[in-house]
């Protein structure tokens, strides 16, 4: 659906996107995540025609985004980051409008947009005008728009950005239904929601891909076990951290008192280590006849890796 | 329906849901109702072989207002939408950039013409009214609202280029105010002027709208003022479709 090849973006002054190269299969829901600046929205930009590569190439569809721009156009739907809207209108009227602009043909526009405002949940404001809508609205009027013309790409920048968190749920609900008729690419710096939605992460970095992955693979790779944490009642916290951080597949222990005799220990474990580090540790505690209250690990979030490519990343530059 | 049609259409319900128009629209019809009653009273004072349209339209009061009007018609045609974002929805729609460029001129033209259709009763009024021919002939009425609409066509193709030209609409305003009361005074500066010699004044008078005014509002039609302002509004508006696309170069 999106073939890109070394597609460079540069302004004056600022490269805001470095030779990226992806491919975006048909069915996929993609997500785009990166801190701000990272270029998630002038790729979008880029992929939508709105601006043109200083060079580089892509095609969606199979159209070149720049040469046949309007056939491009014709298969995305495109939903800005603040969602622009004409504030003078009525939601009616500017479905009907889009709708028309974007070639949907006279009588398809009605079946169209009655599909639209049930899977946005417009019907209340279908009469309102636009200006006074609330954000959450505003953004839906927009994922309406983006789809009227049915499609065959969505690409989406910060579709929940601005919103409440029962919103933020109905957005991720409604790009979930659509995903399995749509292609879709998101663009988000909130990481939950990548996790949520996207089958395919790629996280951008100062104009460049940083990494593509499974959120779950990426999840993996990075970190392949994470942090064991541990409660647990011994007689010298001191001798207990030494005696934890000298057990196998261990990288390093930190040891806090929290009262009454409890130590609560964080058990960092080796990226090489094989097997369940829990089993291990609440062996030892019963060998040691140390009283146990808590053993979790405590797995690595999105947050985690992307904070951790994205410092990797900034410390090359440096 | 064409996508020229559907873009034209939406410029025009933006101009007529907007607050502005009706108030320049007010504002104009009481200025002209003003400048005409002045004309015919001016008339009544003296004795004089002007027509009542030929001083309707070459009085003063009627091009202090006449220059102001299309900065105001026009400033917010492209600097509004690239202000609120929805130049970025709109130009990611399958429409190309010269249909867009086009319905916006023609949604100001369309504008201006309906600005201008209430003058037409004044005349009608006089002529009801004092059983006098408000011109000599049907010609003078042609003439000059043939002229109308010539000057309209190229004022507001240079109103588009500077709306397209800048985010700002006060910026995009006093951009093309400037550029039209420069041109529009010019062939009175040569007047004020007196190192400008006689052959100067001469070529100025080709694309002085004064002059042309004179001419046409006795219905007189001047074939070079037809071709100055049709090919001038081309230019100007071919120039409003690359500066609305050098925003892709120029990367805003």
Redesign the interface.
């Known amino acids: 659906m999106i073939e890109v090849e070394q597609l460079t973006k540069r302004y004056a002054g600022l490269t805001a996107v470095k030779e990226i190269s992806f491919h975006v299969g048909k069915g996929e829901v993609v997500g785009f995540l990166g801190p701000n600046g990272a270029g998630k929205s002038t790729t979008m930009r880029m992929l939508t025609g709105y601006l043109p590569p200083t060079s580089g190439s892509a095609k969606v569809a199979g159209f070149d985004i720049v040469t046949e721009s309007l056939q491009v156009r014709e298969r995305i739907g495109y939903m800005p980051e603040n969602v622009p809207l004409y504030p003078e209108m009525r939601v009616s009227e500017y479905l009907r409008y889009r709708a028309a602009l974007k070639g949907v043909k006279g009588r398809k526009i009605r079946d169209r947009m009655t599909d639209v405002i049930d899977l946005c949940n417009l019907g209340d404001v279908f009469y309102k005008l636009i200006g006074n809508l609330s954000k959450g609205y505003r953004q839906r009027v927009g994922l309406a728009d983006a789809m009227i013309h049915e499609p065959e790409l969505l690409i989406l920048d910060e579709p929940t950005i601005g919103l409440d968190p029962n919103q933020i749920r109905q957005v991720r609900e409604l790009i979930l239904n659509l995903a399995r008729h749509h292609t879709i690419l998101l663009s988000t710096h909130i990481l939950p929601e990548v996790e949520m939605t996207c089958g395919r992460v790629l996280i951008l970095n100062r104009g460049k891909i940083a990494a593509v992955d499974t959120p779950q693979n990426l999840r993996k790779k990075l970190h392949q076990s994470g942090t064991v944490v541990l409660e647990a009642k011994t007689e010298s916290l001191r001798e207990a951290e030494k005696f934890f951080g000298r057990c196998e597949g261990v990288s390093g222990v930190i040891a806090e008192d929290v009262g009454e005799g409890w130590g609560k220990f964080e058990i960092s474990v080796d990226e090489g280590f094989e097997g369940d580090m829990r089993q291990q540790v609440s062996a030892l505690c019963t060998e040691r006849g140390w009283a146990m209250r808590e053993l979790t690990r405590r797995s690595v979030s999105l947050e985690d890796i992307f904070t951790q490519i994205t410092r990797s990343e900034e410390a090359l530059h440096v | 329906?064409s996508?020229l049609l559907?873009?034209f259409?939406?410029e025009l319900?933006?101009y007529f849901?907007?607050p502005l128009a009706y108030v320049v629209l007010f504002c104009y019809l009481l200025l002209t109702g003003f400048n005409f009653h002045f004309g015919v009273s001016a008339l009544n004072m003296t004795v004089s072989r002007v027509t009542v349209v030929e001083a309707f339209f070459n009085t003063t009061l009627f091009w202090f207002p006449f220059v102001l009007v299309f900065p105001l018609i026009t400033m917010r045609l492209f600097s509004e939408e690239y202000k609120?974002?929805?130049?970025?929805?709109l130009?990611?729609?399958?429409?190309?950039d010269g249909q867009v460029v086009l319905a916006k001129y023609g949604a100001a033209l369309f504008f201006y013409i309906v600005l201008w259709c209430p003058s037409l009763l004044y005349f009608v009024v006089f002529q009801w009214q004092t059983q006098i021919g408000a011109a000599g002939a049907f010609g003078a009425y042609f003439g000059a609202y043939s002229l109308l609409l010539l000057m309209g066509m190229f004022y507001l193709s240079v109103g588009c280029l500077a709306s397209a030209a800048s985010r700002n609409q006060i910026v995009a305003a006093m951009l093309s105010f400037a550029a039209i009361s420069l041109m529009f005074f010019l062939s009175i500066a040569t007047f004020l002027l007196p190192s400008v010699g006689p052959e100067m004044r001469e070529v100025v008078r080709y694309f002085s709208a004064i002059d042309h005014m004179r001419e046409f509002s006795r219905g007189i039609f001047d074939s070079r003022a037809i071709v100055w302002y049709l090919s001038m509004t081309g230019f100007v508006l071919y120039l409003t479709l690359q500066v609305f696309q050098s925003r892709?170069?120029r990367?805003a």
């Open positions: 329906m996508k559907i873009q259409r939406r319900a933006a849901r907007s609120m974002g929805t130049m970025e929805t130009m990611t729609a399958p429409v190309r892709k170069w990367g």
